[in-house]
């Protein structure tokens, strides 16, 4: 039977996730900084869950508003015209528009939902205590945090828009109320991911591998 894993924590080493310095803290005290680069070091990021939870639910009322709420308002002689982002994708869609469509339809509606609905599994399981599957749990997250800034890209989209149609008084756009939801919702769902530590995840696989081999013995 092979040897129990014994993790980081056990050993009191920490990990620098500036320069991926593994180290241990001086003697007396709980936590320390980087040899190498002088970035403070801690086993765990403190009240993790919480403050994850807290941008999380912030991030998912923001999300109703940010597509219910028109993101940008077109201004013609003919009078004004504003549009959600689902119209938005409706009105992209044709035989030659149809890649933007789709990019905007998954960058600003499906990937955002999906990164809340992630993260709120993330957190559910390690509030559970879940040992199955860590090293799957650890790639979701890893996903999450990569695709994240992508869903900027609607932001950058109607900027883009507002600067360049500008043709006074004939035509001019200018960004909605549902833009700054949306932008809100980005940078919350971000902090999120900030937040969680994935380390976390390991922790109750760790302990049942360290437990197993001492019920054994008794």
């Not at 924590?9 to 991926?20: K, Y």
């Not at 992209?92 to 600003?108: D, E, F, N, R």
């Not at 939801?181 to 769902?189: H, I, Q, R």
Request: aromatic fraction near 8%.
């Amino acid at each position: 039977m092979s040897a129990p894993a014994i993790t980081a924590l056990q050993q009191g080493l920490q990990n620098c996730e500036h320069c991926g310095l593994l180290s241990r803290p001086a003697p007396g005290a709980e936590e320390g900084h980087c040899p190498r680069c002088g970035t403070h070091l801690h086993f765990r990021k403190r009240d993790s869950l919480q403050r994850t939870v807290a941008y999380l639910v912030a991030a998912a009322v923001c999300y109703i508003p940010a597509n219910v709420l028109p993101i940008m308002t077109t201004v013609t002689s003919g009078g004004r015209e504003s549009d959600t982002i689902m119209q938005g994708v409706i009105l992209l869609w044709s035989p030659t528009g149809w890649p933007l469509s789709c990019i905007i339809l998954i960058a600003s509606i499906l990937i955002p939902s999906a990164k809340i609905g992630a993260m709120f599994y993330l957190v559910f399981s390690v509030r559970k205590g879940s040992v199955q599957t860590p090293a799957k749990r650890v790639k979701l997250f890893k996903i999450v945090e990569a695709i994240g800034r992508w869903s900027m890209i609607d932001v950058f989209v109607v900027t883009f828009t507002v600067a360049l149609i500008q043709l006074q008084p004939l035509m001019s756009v200018e960004p909605a109320a549902g833009i700054f939801f949306f932008a809100a919702v980005v940078v919350l769902t971000m902090m999120a991911v900030e937040c969680f530590d994935p380390r976390l995840i390991w922790d109750p696989a760790s302990s049942q591998e360290i437990q197993t081999p001492e019920a054994q013995n008794v």
